[in-house]
């Protein structure tokens, strides 16, 4: 075992603080890596004060995780001491299955999420990345390109898979019309990739205060929502739409902005249920969907293509100490766009 030190949420209802606990001994095929940075994601604040259920405290969350190779086991052979490497929402998948599924393993029985699970073979729960090191299975280990920053990377291991996955499932690319809802920390990883891939880029957002970023970060077009004529000028417009943000939106007026055959995806989660007339859906053949993370496979993938397109997240570098005031601006949109700790600041 060794010893390691975080930030914890203690309850839900109280501010995290300093935290000491142990991580396992490394085994034959486990790499051990020194945190350097951990990107801060909504869903920390979710699962901090358990608003999705399931919460079990002390909890060290974090599972945008960046750092450098300290020591490997005997039988890992993709890394080395020194290697700049990363680590997403999961650090083992399929372990009540028969075999991995490298493709869909995000979405598969058995998956091991990177904090507030219970470990395989211990039954200890899982701490994430706000702290100093952790001890992961080779296979779910990322390789970060050398040129990129490790600390705008951080969010690529779950901001930018979370807008790869559906990008590259629903073929964005040149002579695409893509929608990205929302201009966050999601959304404008939306941007920078779908960019990339050669789409057409619209953002929808709410109003027009971020549409100089938009555009600076790749959108062609940027359209408010609060306006009533972005509905009615943008119908049958998009072969895909991306919705990124978790409020109340009207489902049937976004779902008109779909060409026929035209894919709407929900990321963000709405704490009601989602109200779906059949009337847009049967006129045009158009389809809801959601999707959730990537897969290791997936993941690496992005990395990579990040790594040939010098594509990184926008972020504001914070020390630990000023995690529980950065909740605060998340939940208050006051970030552009993702909040990373320095994780030497421990």
Not at 45 to 63: F, K, L, N, Q, T
Not at 96 to 123: A, F, K
Not at 156 to 172: D, M
Not at 215 to 224: C, I, K, N, V
Request: glycine share 10%.
């Amino acid at each position: 075992m060794s010893n390691a030190k975080g930030y914890a949420a203690f309850s839900a209802t109280t501010p995290l603080g300093p935290f000491s606990f142990e991580r396992r001994e490394p085994r034959e095929d486990d790499v051990v890596i020194d945190i350097k940075y951990c990107g801060v994601c909504h869903s920390d604040i979710h699962m901090v004060r358990d608003e999705w259920g399931g919460a079990s405290y002390p909890m060290v969350p974090g599972h945008e995780i960046v750092g450098v190779v300290k020591a490997v086991g005997a039988k890992v052979t993709k890394f080395k001491a020194g290697d700049k490497v990363g680590v997403g929402c999961f650090v083992d998948s399929c372990t009540t299955c028969n075999h991995r599924d490298e493709d869909i393993e995000q979405y598969l029985p058995g998956l091991v999420m990177t904090y507030n699970s219970p470990e395989v073979g211990t039954g200890k729960p899982t701490y994430g990345g706000y702290s100093d090191h952790i001890v992961v299975k080779e296979g779910y280990v990322l390789r970060v390109p050398d040129n990129l920053p490790l600390d705008a990377s951080a969010p690529l291991l779950c901001a930018g898979i979370t807008l790869w996955s559906p990008l590259k499932r629903w073929n964005a690319g040149p002579g695409k019309k893509v929608a990205i809802v929302g201009m966050g920390g999601l959304g404008h990883m939306g941007v920078k990739l779908g960019h990339a891939l050669g789409a057409e880029i619209t953002v929808l957002s709410q109003s027009l205060s971020k549409k100089e970023d938009g555009l600076r970060l790749g959108a062609d077009h940027y359209y408010a929502t609060r306006d009533a004529e972005t509905f009615e000028k943008l119908q049958n417009h998009f072969d895909l739409i991306i919705c990124t943000v978790s409020a109340n939106i009207d489902w049937n007026a976004y779902l008109q902005l779909l060409k026929p055959d035209g894919t709407f995806v929900v990321l963000g989660i709405p704490e009601q249920q989602i109200p779906i007339s059949a009337m847009p859906l049967v006129s045009a053949r158009r389809t809801i969907s959601g999707s959730m993370i990537g897969s290791i496979k997936e993941t690496q993938e992005m990395l990579d293509f990040c790594g040939e397109h010098n594509i990184v997240s926008e972020i504001e570098t914070i020390t630990i100490d000023q995690i529980n005031d950065a909740y605060e601006r998340v939940l208050k949109s006051d970030v552009r766009y993702r909040f990373v700790i320095d994780m030497a600041s421990l």
